[in-house]
């Protein structure tokens, strides 16, 4: 009897942990729905630079993303915002990357992208995630603005 009540409890676990609560699927929803209105990457302008400015793999190797608004060195700002909607579990932020050109202050381009963590059902596993598409982010952006 003891074995048919734990597998009972051990599938109504498994069946809680894999359900969406409504919470989670509602900031799923506005996820997507804010990604329609602004996510994305915005490019202005596009800044040629030598060869010997990039690595490698064609990434620009003066990003220092540890840096702060000076992670783009002297002559670009790169600032990085993130706003949360709603805090603790689950969560919903929006995450801004924008490179502005400091003699000007002219704005480049900007990434915009939503996301949401949490909300899943207690247990030792990870928590579930949702965001944006692969269209937003620091390094994206910079690899549109500063090109070859």
């Known amino acids: 009897m003891k074995a048919k009540t734990f597998i009972a409890k051990s599938l109504l676990l498994a069946l809680v942990a894999c359900s969406s609560t409504p919470s989670k699927s509602e900031l799923d929803a506005e996820v997507r729905r804010l990604c329609a209105i602004d996510g994305g990457i915005k490019v202005y302008e596009t800044v040629g630079l030598p ?7 064609g990434q620009i190797n003066f990003y220092r993303a540890t840096q702060g608004e000076n992670a783009l060195g002297p002559e670009y700002s790169f600032v990085e915002e993130i706003r949360y909607y709603q805090s603790g579990n689950p969560e919903l932020w929006r995450s801004l990357y924008r490179v502005i050109r400091r003699s000007d202050g002219k704005t480049l381009g900007e990434s915009i992208g ?17 965001g944006c598409s692969q269209e937003y982010g620091d390094t994206l952006l910079l690899k549109r603005i500063f090109l070859k």
């Open 51 to 57: 060869a010997d400015k990039f690595n490698e793999y």
């Open 114 to 130: 939503y996301s949401r963590r949490g909300g899943d059902a207690l247990g030792p596993w990870h928590e579930s995630s949702y």
